[in-house]
């Protein structure tokens, strides 16, 4: 592994903690849903949403209002546009406090140490990706140039053009490029796609779907993928 592009959202971070607390302190009388099943039901919400904007099928602003009542919506709640926005806010105030638990922090030490050629590609605006790349201290480990937003480079994953303007500007072989993420959909298909290897970090033990496209090694915790790194 000479080359290794990372997701962001839930994958060096935990996405779910500021949904969460969120969740805890306006949902939680309402639904007796687990939580973590809320969670990847917005994950998935939050992908369609950012796709619809993006066709103009929805206004921008409306992304996360669209993504919360679609999520408690399939837990039989409804919640309208100002509960919506409530929800929006306090999840951005938690977004704030975002952090790099201590396992991802030892991994990427451990890749920089060996030398490799490391960066990042994530979905999103300028404005709040570019803000979490900053709380989360990540210049530690990339370089600046090397930490790509998909609305800075006008491509989104999985479209295979975000995969390859970061391989053109990294410089990098296909062949001796990893990528690691935790959406199979947008991280491992588009990817694999490019022609790069994939770790797909599923440590949300969601089924992988069917079809012909299979990530080179899937890993379901922080601990696994720090012995895969530990070896090579």
């Given amino acids: 592994m000479k080359n290794i ?3 962001v959202d839930d994958t060096l971070y ?4 500021p949904f969460q607390k969120a969740h805890e302190e306006l949902m939680e009388e309402r639904t007796d849903a687990e939580c973590e099943e809320l969670f990847k039901a917005s994950r998935t919400y939050s992908d369609e949403a950012f796709y619809m904007a993006r066709e103009g099928k929805i206004a921008k ?3 996360f209002a669209y993504r919360i009542q679609k999520t408690y919506k399939e ?15 306090r999840y951005r105030y938690y977004q704030k406090h975002i952090h790099l638990p201590d396992e991802i ?3 990427l030490t451990i890749c920089k140490q060996q030398g490799k050629t490391m960066g990042i590609l994530t979905n999103g ?6 803000k979490k790349l900053e709380i989360l201290q990540l210049d530690q480990w990339f370089l600046k140039e090397n930490m790509f937003i998909s609305d800075v480079i006008g491509y989104t ?6 995969f390859e303007t970061v391989q053109e ?10 990528f690691i993420g935790d959406t199979f959909e947008v991280d491992v298909i588009g990817a694999k796609n490019a022609g790069w290897h994939v770790i797909w970090y599923n440590h949300r033990n969601r089924e992988m779907p069917e079809g012909e496209i299979k990530p080179d090694i899937e890993i379901r915790s922080a601990e696994e993928l720090k012995i895969v790194f530990s070896r090579v």
């Fill in 5 to 7: 592009i990372f997701d």
């Fill in 14 to 17: 935990d996405l779910m903690e």
């Fill in 61 to 63: 602003d409306e992304e």
């Fill in 75 to 89: 837990a039989g709640v409804d919640v309208s546009k100002d509960e919506a926005k409530k929800f929006e806010e």
């Fill in 105 to 107: 922090k030892e991994i």
């Fill in 125 to 130: 605006t300028a404005l709040h990706q570019g």
């Fill in 157 to 162: 994953k999985p479209d295979v053009k975000a």
């Fill in 169 to 178: 500007k990294m410089k990098l072989d296909p062949e001796e490029t990893w």
